[in-house]
């Protein structure tokens, strides 16, 4: 925690804010993210009890952007966890097995970091409906490379260090080897990368939302957002600038602290 | 001849590659539910099937797609369910030029700002200079192109009136904002890897004796350092192009450019088989010649290469 009050990690609590305003700020708003005004559309900022203004059928866009954020984090976080879990059974399998298998494993991992792998997540998402679940799922399942990459690494280094040796020779079985003395040891790493991913998968998200293959009506997400200012910004251009600054601003923040927080373990 | 070796080989693993991608796209899209005739106003059940028959959409699916890659061999992408009076040979070609210009000039501009901005903060490494770059670059990376498109077009198109909002028009101006949108953020990662790149190259004892032999800084930087250390920037430019194309989607659709992107989304929303198809078929050959492109840059930026 100590750690944590050090003024480099401004990003860190800057999101932190973020995410607990978007979490407590709907219950002291009057109007809901669904909700239409109809004595006030496309009202201006910091008028009545609208603050940010409303949209162009009359919605509040402060809870909009609310609502939004939360989606689109939870849809990351979720995602990004997927990957996760992916990731680190697909490297430490990789690592820890050897040979032939982790040649194959990792061309195969080599393979899809180069393809177009967003239009099959299109593909998937064109065809199975428009499920909130599948979309954390579907990005979850494309963003898992560079985890696995990653943990490969850590598990080969790791494998040759002498209290995994000695583990081995006193007879323990390897999926207790792996639980108790390899993951501890890549849970930083692991963390770092993870921060570095929820990033990649806002990105993925709003990109589908934004393409009108993400997250659907009546839910909101911060791309749909995004989207919905973008087609009405001639006529007010608050719709466009604030969700994606709002949004850039999550992505910058996050990307610093991932990087920082990846220099720091490797 | 080794070089020679290398393309051969990787073409024999692009084959497959190619033919898996193309026969998943295949049989992904035709679990879709809803097929290309469900329009507006419902069709009799035997115009459907005359229509179903008339594209060969009756027959079993392995055949379909046996069908579908033996046509594709001989250079036949196929009849557009949805445009009806086009072949997807022509809606691809229309496309793809638009989708080649993009592309093709963000990488150059990528490559441009990010290798100067990273060779400028190599150079002043520790300094102010160096740590705005390198936050800029962070930045950078974190723009997503449908926030920076839409950003870009508000202030120099609405607000400004200097570029045009939407459409080909005009010169070569209609190209400014779509390329730049696309190029920010690969621009930011290529600085960080030239920069990180740089400073493990000019630690090396070759540069060192180099210092001693007396040569000039630029020239120790231009003739010895940046080549070692632009090895990083090659193996990214494959994910690079990847990412190049999915961007082109959103920019396409964003600036209204009739690309491959735009027929892809509104073919994958159609259900217009073969179109998607194709425009699959095309992005995935493009990437896989990209990144054959890439290996051979590798190699001549790192001889030790050449032999792995």
């Known amino acids: ?266 | 001849m080794i070089m020679g070796a290398l393309i051969f080989r990787r073409l024999m693993t692009a084959i497959p590659t190619l033919l898996g991608i193309i026969l998943a796209s295949f049989f992904l899209i035709r679990i879709a539910p809803g097929g290309p005739f469900d329009g507006e106003r419902p069709l009799t059940p035997e115009t459907q099937a005359a229509l179903q028959k008339a594209y060969g959409l009756d027959k079993p699916l392995w055949e379909q797609a046996w069908l579908y890659i033996s046509n594709l061999l001989q250079g036949d992408f196929g009849p557009s369910l949805v445009y009806r009076d086009f072949t997807v040979t022509e809606l691809v070609a229309q496309g793809l030029p638009i989708s080649l210009m993009l592309g093709g000039c963000a990488i150059i501009l990528a490559l441009a700002i990010g290798i100067s901005a990273g060779l400028t903060a190599a150079v002043r490494a520790g300094r102010k200079t160096d740590n705005l770059i390198m936050m800029s670059a962070t930045v950078a990376t974190a723009l997503p192109t449908f926030v920076t498109g839409p950003a870009l077009a508000l202030f120099f198109g609405l607000w400004v009136g200097l570029l045009p909002v939407s459409g080909t028009g005009q010169g070569i101006t209609w190209l400014i904002m779509p390329v730049v949108a696309l190029a920010l953020p690969v621009s930011g990662a290529i600085a960080k890897l030239t920069r990180a790149g740089l400073a493990t190259i000019l630690k090396q004892d070759h540069i060192r004796t180099a210092r001693a032999r007396g040569l000039s800084e630029s020239k120790i930087l231009f003739k010895h350092g940046l080549r070692p250390a632009l090895v990083p920037v090659a193996s990214y430019l494959g994910p690079a192009a990847a990412g190049l194309l999915t961007g082109a989607v959103v920019v396409e659709t964003v600036f209204g450019l009739p690309g491959l992107g735009r027929y892809f989304v509104q073919g994958a929303l159609n259900r217009d088989y073969p179109l998607v198809l194709g425009v699959v078929t095309l992005y995935a050959g493009l990437i896989i010649l990209f990144n054959l492109f890439a290996d051979l840059i590798y190699g001549w930026l790192d001889p030790r290469m050449r032999e792995g």
């Open chain 1, 1 to 266: 925690m100590r750690r944590l009050s050090n003024r480099q990690h401004w990003p860190l609590w800057v999101v932190i804010v973020l995410v607990l305003l978007a979490l407590f700020l709907p219950f002291f708003l009057p109007w809901t993210y669904d909700q239409i005004d109809w004595d006030a559309v496309r009202a201006p900022a910091f008028s009545g009890s609208h603050f940010f203004g409303t949209d162009e059928i009359g919605r509040d866009r402060l809870a909009r952007l609310a609502a939004g954020t939360r989606v689109t984090l939870m849809v990351a976080v979720a995602a990004a966890l997927v990957s996760l879990i992916v990731g680190i059974a697909w490297g430490a399998t990789a690592g820890w097995v050897g040979g032939r298998v982790d040649e194959a494993m990792m061309r195969f991992v080599d393979a899809l970091y180069a393809l177009p792998f967003m239009f099959i997540v299109i593909l998937l998402m064109v065809i199975f409906g428009r499920s909130i679940l599948l979309v954390f799922v579907g990005i979850g399942l494309v963003e898992w490379l560079t985890m696995a990459r990653v943990v490969r690494g850590q598990v080969m280094a790791l494998k040759q260090r002498p209290f995994i040796l000695a583990a081995e020779a006193a007879g323990t079985p390897p999926s207790v080897i792996l639980l108790k003395h390899i993951l501890p040891n890549i849970a930083g790493v692991a963390l770092a990368y993870l921060m570095l991913t929820v990033p990649q998968v806002v990105m993925v998200e709003s990109f589908l939302s934004f393409l009108g293959l993400g997250v659907q009506e009546p839910l909101t997400s911060l791309g749909i957002l995004v989207k919905e200012g973008a087609d009405d910004m001639d006529m007010t251009p608050l719709g466009l600038l604030l969700p994606g600054g709002l949004l850039v601003l999550i992505l910058v923040c996050l990307t610093i602290e991932g990087e920082r927080l990846r220099d720091i373990y490797s």
